[in-house]
């Protein structure tokens, strides 16, 4: 039970009062997991600073609609059938319709979903985008199925949570695991049921049913515009630097190409199974040719050293960008990373303590909320080119992909440097402060 003199205080509340706070988070709620608790600690540090009223800092604890189904999925030999579990959240439905991506992976619980959703609705807010946060997953591990199978898997799950998406209340998207094709199955399936076509359903779509030119290249260009911007105020630049990517799918691959074509020294890259290293730098043309010959994976590339996606991590660099899964850096290696700076292409790379001794090393971090939010600002973009039915060229997307991305890093930085804190904590006071305004001016219904 709630101590009850919290319940007075709240009752009371005064927005402005650092004496507030919500009562403690009785655990444990369905979502409870380690990476719902991330997101949470982070929300409560971060609330604690601003002074956060507390009714607007309880309900966001809490996703405001979280859905699990289970649905049968029949394999290609037309016999065995499988029983998967699957969930979409919407964690904030105050400024538009929800946002977020769907993720396939076989570790996926309701409680991951639940915090990447949070973290959605802190990024959209960062980049003032019309929307609250919201993610999906389906716990199944999609490198084991054919493409039929995928199919089949796609069109079930798009069918069991069709009456919570759609263009005007919540818009899936590309994450781990999933890609255009999947968008594909799912705009079909949505609009098989509503019986048109409903391009708006999804974004990270293909370019021929309404998808945008640049959004497959959004996240990895979104990080590598903040290294840039994060290099010229610190006087130092991406040309002259080193840099290591953890990951290798659409986000890290991006990332490494641009870092390379702008004259950096690529010297490590890693897929699921391992990465490879060459301090002298690596031929990214190459890498890619030999990934797309050997089925993903790097063991025996001729022009590294190979190492493991933990190693990897150790190496000394200037730029380290986790883009692979969440929970890579710990208390366990925080202590032992050698880069200079930071940037997380990936959703929750880095635990909370792991923060705090980067934050003690004068490691800079770029925090993912800001640094990977390039993917749903073009999504953002495709949204609303496919609204107007009016495209804009590769080029323009760009363009305005770097434009917000550049401003989104200067106001947190800014933020940062006025409030004194690091880039993360300003990141999210961002986030917050902007999903709090916006609730105060609705208000509480009934
Ligand atoms: N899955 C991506 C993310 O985590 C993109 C989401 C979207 O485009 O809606 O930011």
């Known amino acids: 039970m709630r101590d009850s003199r919290d319940t007075e205080k709240k009752k009371n509340a005064d927005a402005e009062d650092p004496e507030l706070h919500p009562a403690p988070i009785e655990f444990p709620l369905e979502w409870d997991t380690p990476m719902y608790r991330l997101a949470v600690d982070q929300l409560d540090q971060t609330a604690e600073q601003m002074n956060l009223d507390p009714n607007i ?4 604890r809490a996703p405001q609609r979280a859905h699990v189904v ?8 037309y016999h065995t059938v499988e029983t998967v579990y699957a969930y979409r959240v919407q964690h904030m439905l105050t400024m538009g319709p929800t946002k977020g ?3 396939y992976d076989e570790g996926v619980n309701l409680g991951e979903v639940t915090a990447l959703s949070m973290w959605m609705s802190w990024k959209c807010a960062i980049m003032n985008l019309p929307f609250g946060g919201a993610k999906g997953g389906v716990r199944i591990n999609p490198h084991t199925l054919s493409s039929d199978e995928l199919q089949r898997v796609t069109r079930r799950y798009t069918s069991e949570i069709i009456e919570v998406i759609g263009p005007d209340r919540d818009i899936p998207a590309p994450d ?33 049913i309404g998808g945008s030119h640049g959004r497959r290249e959004a996240t990895g260009r979104g990080v590598i515009s903040c290294v840039t911007e994060a290099c010229r105020d610190r006087d130092c630049s991406l040309a002259n630097s080193s840099v290591v ?4 799918g659409a986000v890290g691959a991006t990332a490494a190409r641009l870092a390379w074509t702008l004259g950096a020294k690529v010297i490590a890259v890693s897929s699921v199974t391992g990465g490879t290293y060459n301090p002298n730098g690596l031929d990214i043309d190459a890498v890619d040719a030999w990934l797309q010959e050997n089925d993903d994976d790097l063991t025996g590339f001729p022009d590294g050293d190979s190492v ?14 986790p883009a692979a899964i969440q929970n890579q850096i710990t208390e366990e290696n925080a202590a032992a990373l050698r880069c200079k700076m930071m940037v997380e ?3 929750g790379p880095t635990t909370l303590e792991a923060d705090a001794i980067l934050n003690d090393r004068d490691i800079l971090v770029v925090p993912d909320i800001l640094a990977n939010a390039g993917g749903v600002t073009v999504s953002y973009f495709e949204w609303v080119q496919g609204l107007q039915q009016f495209f804009w060229s590769e080029e323009e997307v760009n363009r305005k992909l770097i434009d917000l991305m550049q401003s989104a890093y200067h106001s947190v930085d800014q933020l940062a440097k006025e409030k004194k804190v690091t880039l993360r904590t300003a990141a999210l006071m961002r986030g917050i402060g902007r999903v709090k305004e916006a609730k105060h001016v609705r208000g509480v219904f009934p």
């Open 345 to 347: 292409g990936a959703n």
């Open 308 to 321: 493991s996606n933990q190693e990897l991590l150790e190496l000394p660099c200037d730029i380290l960008i």
């Open 101 to 103: 991506g769907v993720r």
């Open 57 to 60: 800092w309880e309900r966001l």
């Open 245 to 248: 990517v953890q990951g290798y």
């Open 70 to 77: 289970s649905f049968p999925f029949r394999r290609d030999d």
């Open 176 to 208: 781990l695991g999933t890609d255009e094709r999947v968008m594909a199955w799912m705009m079909d399936t949505y609009s098989q049921q509503v019986g048109h076509a409903v391009p708006g359903v999804v974004t990270g779509k293909p370019i021929e």
